[in-house]
């Protein structure tokens, strides 16, 4: 059977640096940081009182208060999103058959904030039962931004949401890309959400001692790869993919962003919440991604990498890199999105795959932000160019994205310029 290629058509956006995809890449491209203190509730008592949250974001925009109230600040960026990706892809829905469009659409944690607010703030009833909010369930679980985007649209081809922590929405990608070069669909919405800047996501994150503490200094405070990283920076938002079958696409006269042409998956099969310290899983899904794209390490000219400015990952996937790629990993630009939005959680991997597939359109590979001279950490090899403090312009023909969960969920994927 011969697989059928995969086109970007549309592209959704809603991060700490911008609410849609021109902003976000404009800001990503000029270095613009999206830390600050915590605005969503009052963190003084926290060990981290920072994080990268969306900016005036009004749901109202996207869909009318009613729905705002049965929908969780996460399923609210779902929309918000998938709307805008949606619309970019100049899909005319009427005239399609919708029984072959989907939604995979996933989110590492879901309606945190709805659980929270809940269980806190729950009343009596006069006969002392406990009382609830219908919407409470459907608006706390995960899958249900997935069901919300398919309802929207009258969406009837496959529907389903992935969780798979950080690796969540290129889990969610590399099913949607399966699905349609295997003919099960024309067009699937695919990406991911996240809002966990919430008490119980900061404590518990602070009490694993995941988060960066640099009180005094938000806006530096994702320095991946430098020395004095202490930590990620907690972000919200998500980002949202329009995958679409290459014959469909060009039957309609799309614009095609990039080609999505090879997924991997792998498990670290090591710790809860620790990256192999050799990086075993991280080597094991580039080199699962190259092989479903039928390329060679050095066709490769960026990596979006996982960079989550934690002590041990950044080293275990500078080794991954340079053990996959060889002499050629010195050749590549390597930059850490996460410098600027800090870490989307479940939807980390469809925010980081706009990057790269707008890295591919633009021929600009954005910088890695916040690391000062001499920052050096002994156990990184600074030869590699980790596009340090400014954009780089360069061809890039292919990017390759990675990211990485809790669990040891490992997800990669392959973009390459569009050509017939």
């Given at each position: 059977?011969?697989?059928?290629?995969?086109?970007?058509t549309?592209?959704g956006?809603?991060?700490?640096?911008?609410?849609?995809?021109?902003?976000?890449?404009?800001?990503l491209?000029?270095?613009?940081?999206?830390a600050?203190?915590?605005?969503?509730?009052?963190?003084?008592?926290?060990?981290?009182?920072?994080?990268?949250?969306?900016?005036?974001?009004d749901?109202?925009?996207?869909?009318?208060?009613?729905?705002?109230?049965?929908?969780?600040?996460?399923?609210?960026?779902?929309?918000?999103v998938?709307?805008?990706?949606?619309?970019?892809?100049?899909?005319?829905?009427?005239?399609?058959?919708?029984?072959?469009?989907?939604?995979?659409?996933?989110?590492?944690?879901?309606?945190?904030?709805?659980?929270?607010e809940?269980?806190?703030?729950?009343?009596?009833?006069?006969?002392?039962?406990?009382?609830?909010?219908?919407?409470?369930?459907?608006?706390?679980?995960?899958?249900?931004?997935?069901?919300?985007?398919?309802?929207?649209y009258?969406?009837?081809?496959p529907?389903?949401?992935?969780?798979?922590?950080?690796?969540t929405?290129?889990?969610?990608?590399?099913?949607?890309f399966?699905?349609?070069?295997?003919?099960?669909?024309?067009v699937?919405?695919?990406g991911?959400?996240?809002?966990?800047?919430?008490?119980?996501?900061?404590?518990?994150?602070?009490?694993?001692?995941?988060?960066?503490?640099?009180?005094?200094?938000?806006?530096?405070?994702?320095?991946?790869?430098?020395?004095?990283?202490?930590?990620?920076?907690?972000g919200?938002?998500?980002?949202?993919l329009?995958?679409?079958?290459?014959?469909?696409?060009?039957?309609r006269g799309?614009?095609?962003?990039?080609?999505?042409?090879?997924?991997?998956l792998?498990?670290?099969?090591?710790?809860?919440?620790?990256?192999?310290?050799?990086?075993?899983?991280?080597?094991?899904?580039?080199?699962?991604?190259?092989?479903?794209?039928?390329?060679k390490?050095?066709?490769?000219?960026?990596?979006?990498?996982?960079?989550?400015?934690?002590?041990?990952?950044?080293?275990?996937e500078?080794?991954?890199?340079?053990?996959?790629?060889?002499?050629?990993?010195y050749k590549?630009?390597?930059?850490?999105?996460?410098s600027?939005?800090?870490?989307?959680?479940?939807?980390?991997?469809a925010?980081?795959?706009?990057?790269?597939?707008?890295?591919?359109?633009?021929?600009?590979?954005?910088?890695?932000?916040?690391?000062?001279?001499?920052d050096?950490?002994?156990?990184?090899?600074?030869?590699l160019?980790?596009?340090?403090n400014?954009?780089?312009?360069?061809?890039?023909?292919?990017?390759?994205?990675?990211?990485?969960?809790?669990?040891?969920h490992?997800?990669?994927?392959?973009?390459?310029?569009?050509?017939?």
């Open positions: 059977m011969e697989l059928k290629r995969v086109a970007v549309g592209l956006a809603i991060t700490p640096i911008g609410n849609n995809v021109p902003g976000f890449w404009e800001n491209v000029n270095g613009v940081n999206g600050g203190p915590i605005t969503h509730f009052d963190a003084s008592l926290f060990k981290t009182q920072f994080a990268c949250e969306v900016k005036n974001f749901a109202t925009q996207y869909m009318d208060r009613k729905e705002v109230r049965k929908m969780d600040l996460y399923a609210q960026y779902a929309i918000a998938a709307k805008e990706a949606v619309t970019d892809s100049g899909l005319d829905i009427e005239n399609e058959d919708r029984t072959r469009i989907g939604v995979i659409f996933g989110a590492g944690i879901g309606g945190i904030n709805t659980f929270e809940e269980v806190s703030n729950y009343a009596l009833t006069e006969d002392k039962v406990p009382r609830f909010n219908p919407f409470f369930i459907p608006k706390m679980i995960s899958d249900i931004a997935a069901g919300q985007i398919s309802i929207m009258g969406f009837h081809g529907n389903y949401a992935t969780c798979a922590a950080c690796a929405s290129t889990n969610a990608i590399a099913d949607a399966n699905l349609i070069r295997l003919g099960k669909a024309n699937i919405v695919s991911g959400s996240e809002a966990a800047i919430t008490p119980a996501g900061v404590g518990g994150f602070n009490a694993m001692h995941a988060l960066s503490t640099r009180n005094d200094s938000p806006e530096s405070a994702s320095r991946p790869f430098s020395a004095s990283r202490d930590g990620f920076v907690m919200e938002g998500g980002g949202c329009v995958l679409e079958e290459l014959e469909h696409a060009k039957a799309a614009k095609i962003y990039a080609e999505l042409v090879g997924t991997g792998s498990g670290d099969a090591y710790h809860l919440t620790a990256s192999h310290p050799e990086g075993l899983g991280a080597k094991l899904v580039m080199m699962n991604a190259l092989e479903d794209a039928g390329m390490p050095e066709d490769v000219d960026y990596i979006n990498v996982h960079g989550t400015s934690t002590p041990v990952g950044d080293i275990s500078v080794k991954a890199i340079k053990e996959v790629f060889g002499d050629h990993a590549l630009n390597i930059s850490s999105s996460k600027m939005t800090g870490h989307l959680l479940g939807a980390a991997g925010v980081e795959a706009i990057a790269s597939i707008l890295a591919v359109k633009n021929d600009i590979v954005p910088p890695t932000n916040n690391h000062t001279e001499g050096n950490d002994e156990n990184i090899d600074y030869g160019n980790f596009t340090f400014k954009a780089q312009k360069r061809e890039v023909k292919v990017a390759l994205s990675n990211t990485f969960g809790f669990g040891g490992n997800a990669c994927a392959i973009f390459r310029k569009y050509a017939e």
